[in-house]
Nanobody
Framework: QVQLVESGGGLVQAGGSLRLSCAAS????????MAWFRQAPGKEREFVAG????????YYSDSVKGRFTISRDNPKNTVYLQMNSLKPEDRAVYYC??????????????????WGQGTQVTVSS
């Protein structure tokens, strides 16, 4: 079965960096676009970043553009999210996700086939 296991979350000071990883198994990872979402307390889950199956195209929400970088290593079945210049408002549970469709525009939560269990990111001011 499909498994997505996130790691790398934690507590960091504002301005700091974290690198999230998502190890995928149970499907042909190299053939699928991948995405990261996040959900802050009391808020809806929102798109953060996406990457196509080859890694040649990336997509970002306006709130993280220029600070976060999504990448993938297909031989390792892993997708990453490098987060720099973190702000207190980046505090959330971050989820790895497999979209139902190729990413041509920002996917909505309803357009996700599989979710990881999430990893907590906390940014102190």
């Amino acid at each position: 079965q499909v498994q997505l296991v996130e790691s790398g979350g934690g507590l960091v000071q504002a301005g700091g960096s974290l690198r999230l990883s998502c190890a995928a198994s149970g499907f042909a990872f190299k053939n699928y676009d991948m995405a990261w979402f996040r959900q802050a307390p009391g808020k809806e889950r929102e798109f953060v970043a996406g990457i196509n199956w080859t890694g040649s195209s990336t997509y970002y929400s306006d709130s993280v553009k220029g600070r976060f970088t999504i990448s993938r290593d297909n031989p390792k079945n892993t997708v990453y999210l490098q987060m720099n210049s973190l702000k207190p408002e980046d505090r959330a549970v971050y989820y790895c996700a497999v979209p139902k469709f190729r990413i041509t525009e920002i996917p909505r939560s309803a357009e996700i086939d599989y979710w990881g269990q999430g990893t907590q990111v906390t940014v102190s001011s």
